[in-house]
């Protein structure tokens, strides 16, 4: 058929009006609602048929709607109930016998807030160490969520299928993940201290979401609420709600063996715990040394960024503190993994109250593996010879004003043991000067020739106990010694090494793998180690230790016995006598200036002798015992990983147990890839 002008214009507007429409359609859906969106819809009612709703006239009557739930209706009222504000801390004391109760409101919360994507209830996983990680995620999460609820518009939806009802359950909002977080402060006191050997009893914590029960506690309908006990103070608690939260803490009775009642913290956030603990993981600590009243601590690289801002920011803001505790002490029971606990009732802390204590010193350093920012931590006033536990924490409420306040009331890490020196000896005669292993009286508690030195100047790797007296000086004194003499002893070998030609080409060069700056490094790492000895006590009986300057008396003129004297001779000497190596120090300077008399030495590592020999130019005439040769065994020992015992003496040597051993293990691949690299060279 063929059409006239008039009309091909009409169809060609009419097909072009169809097109803008499926266009239009394609690009902009419109939002219809559907049925299906209302899933529990009120049942028709009709006037023959009975009702439960009751009459409205019922003064217990209230209207139940399943389309509409109580932010529509209004909420039960809850008497005596403290209300919870997200992010907010929330301290109070709970009496013996006591539940206090609290409200979280969900209508508090911003629309904006990130919305739970998971109904699944967790308990105790998700510390806020890992938040900054998972708001990454949840973002990407909620940019992929966004393009799918737009899709759920252009889509046909089965009201009878199963992808409808998960397109659908979707489409709820108001779901929110919470973090239920507390700590205990304050404990109930035992009237009679010394028969009362246990602590008292922990918290128990009650979490409802029901409407029915929203007084969570003991006598509640257990069916409810989740019940949870405190766990030595502290208590985490994360899962998912559309409605409010009903939180009860009941104090257990036992005011006839305490009293006082329970002091605690208790905090919800949408965001991530307030307070935290982990005692699953090991800490990020180490025990570098100690003398026999202090101790020196460390953690692990806080970073491994090279990049020299960031580790400028690190090192101007330390972000840990520390607790001390002697073990056969239990004023910590009940509240170890308790910030606030832990600054109330623990021997030593770095912070009480948001004060620094004068106990503990504390600061930032590059020293160890990698030259990485550290923190160190330095106890003093120690008991001798006593296990302590170094519980280190972390806060992140540095700042009242801080946007993120995540980890705010602390996060407790699991605790790192450590114990001072003794340097106890006894005497066979009590109106004797000697002092041995045939002891019958116990005459003089702590000798004290082992004292921490750090922060030198030249050996800035140093940082353990070395051979000391209390009558040469203060620590500061002690260690400028030290320093002094191996930068004197640096000073003559710069010398000859000026006068190896250290910047010719490579090809006119003493090595064609090492340099001169390879071999002032292996130098000063030797020297150091060799000239500054790690002491210990000489009553220590470790296999790997050295005696030293047995004849030597000790600073209290103290002197060892015949009997100790003939049983080293037998095990070291001849029989009779032993050599140089045992009655005197390895430095004679040691023993003229300081006087420290006999201690027992760790042995520098053998492998720094051999690293020396071959870094540096052979005319330099250094070399090295090996194992089974005359002097090896008294100057050196050889390296090897055990569980927290430091065999060698190295820089950055420290602790490290086998749980803890991540700068182990990053010097154990070190020595793995130069062994290959030397493989690969010699081919």
Excluded at 189 to 209: D, H
Excluded at 228 to 245: H, L, Q, R
Excluded at 548 to 557: C, E, L, W
């Amino acid at each position: 058929m063929h059409l006239s002008p008039l009309q091909s214009r009409l169809a060609a507007s009419f097909i072009a009006s169809c097109l803008l429409v499926v266009l239009y359609l394609t690009l902009f859906s419109p939002n219809l609602a559907l049925a299906a969106e209302l899933e529990d819809a009120p049942p028709i009612l009709f006037d023959d048929v009975d009702s439960d709703l009751g009459s409205p006239l019922d003064p217990m009557y209230e209207p139940e709607f399943a389309a509409f739930d109580r932010s529509i209706l209004g909420r039960r009222q809850v008497k005596d109930t403290n209300v919870l504000k997200n992010n907010e801390a929330f301290p109070l004391n709970v009496k013996q016998g006591d539940t206090e109760r609290f409200v979280f409101e969900l209508s508090q919360l911003s629309e904006r807030e990130p919305e739970a994507r998971s109904l699944e209830l967790r308990d105790e996983d998700h510390t806020w160490e890992e938040q900054e990680e998972d708001e990454e995620e949840e973002d990407e999460e909620e940019d992929r969520d966004d393009l799918n609820d737009e899709s759920l518009d252009t889509e046909p939806v089965d009201s009878n299928s199963d992808s409808a009802e998960q397109k659908l359950g979707k489409r709820k909002q108001g779901a929110r993940q919470i973090f239920l977080s507390a700590n205990t402060c304050l404990q109930p006191q035992a009237f009679n201290a010394t028969k009362t050997t246990q602590p008292p009893p922990q918290l128990t914590l009650y979490v409802s979401t029901s409407t029915d029960n929203v007084q969570p506690g003991p006598d509640a309908d257990s069916n409810s609420q989740v019940a949870m006990v405190f766990n030595e103070g502290a208590i985490m608690y994360n899962f998912t709600t559309t409605t409010d939260v009903y939180v009860g803490v009941h104090a257990p009775n036992v005011t006839e063996i305490f009293d006082k009642p329970y002091n605690m913290r208790i905090a919800i956030s949408t965001d991530g715990y307030i307070y935290s603990y982990d005692v699953d993981n090991d800490a990020d600590l180490i025990w570098v040394d100690s003398d026999s009243q202090g101790a020196l601590l460390i953690t692990h690289n806080l970073t491994d960024s090279n990049d020299e801002k960031k580790q400028q920011q690190i090192m101007e803001a330390p972000p840990y503190v520390l607790f001390a505790q002697d073990k056969s002490d239990p004023s910590i029971n009940g509240v170890k993994y308790s910030f606030c606990g832990l600054e109330q009732y623990a021997q030593i802390a770095t912070t009480k109250d948001g004060k620094y204590s004068n106990m503990v010193q504390t600061g930032m350093t590059t020293r160890g593996q990698g030259n990485f920012p550290k923190q160190q931590f330095f106890f003093s006033g120690l008991k001798p010879s006593t296990s302590y536990l170094g519980i280190l924490a972390k806060t992140n409420a540095t700042d009242p004003g801080s946007p993120n306040p995540v980890g705010g009331g602390g996060h407790v890490f699991k605790a790192t043991n450590f114990q001072t020196k003794s340097g106890k000896l006894f005497s066979r005669d009590p109106g004797s000067n000697q002092v041995g292993t045939n002891a019958q009286e116990l005459i003089q508690p702590d000798h004290g020739n082992c004292n921490i030195i750090l922060n030198l100047t030249f050996c800035d790797q140093v940082a353990y106990s070395v051979p000391s007296n209390s009558e040469f000086g203060n620590a500061s004194v002690l260690a400028k010694f030290y320093d002094d003499y191996a930068a004197e002893a640096y000073g003559y070998f710069e010398k000859a090494l000026a006068q190896i030609p250290c910047e010719a080409p490579v090809t006119q060069r003493y090595s064609l793998t090492r340099n001169c700056s390879d071999c002032e490094a292996a130098y000063k790492d030797w020297l150091c180690s060799v000239t500054i000895p790690r002491c210990e006590d000489f009553s220590n009986d470790a296999s790997y230790l050295h005696p030293r300057a047995m004849s030597q008396p000790f600073p209290n003129g103290e002197m060892l016995d015949n009997a100790t004297m003939s049983l080293y001779a037998e095990k070291y000497g001849d029989g009779k006598t032993l050599g140089k190596a045992f009655m005197q120090s390895r430095s004679s300077r040691i023993d003229e200036f300081i006087k420290p008399g006999p201690y027992k030495e760790v042995l520098p590592c053998d492998y720094l002798c051999y690293r020396l020999v071959q870094s540096c130019p052979s005319s330099m005439g250094f070399g090295c015992p090996l194992p089974g040769q005359n002097g090896f065994n008294s100057s050196y020992y050889i390296k090897n990983e055990t569980n927290g015992e430091v065999v060698c003496n190295y820089p950055g040597s420290a602790h490290i147990f086998s749980g803890s051993s991540r700068d182990a293990v990053s010097v154990a691949l070190t020595v793995v890839v130069l062994v290959l690299v030397s493989l690969l060279l010699a081919c």
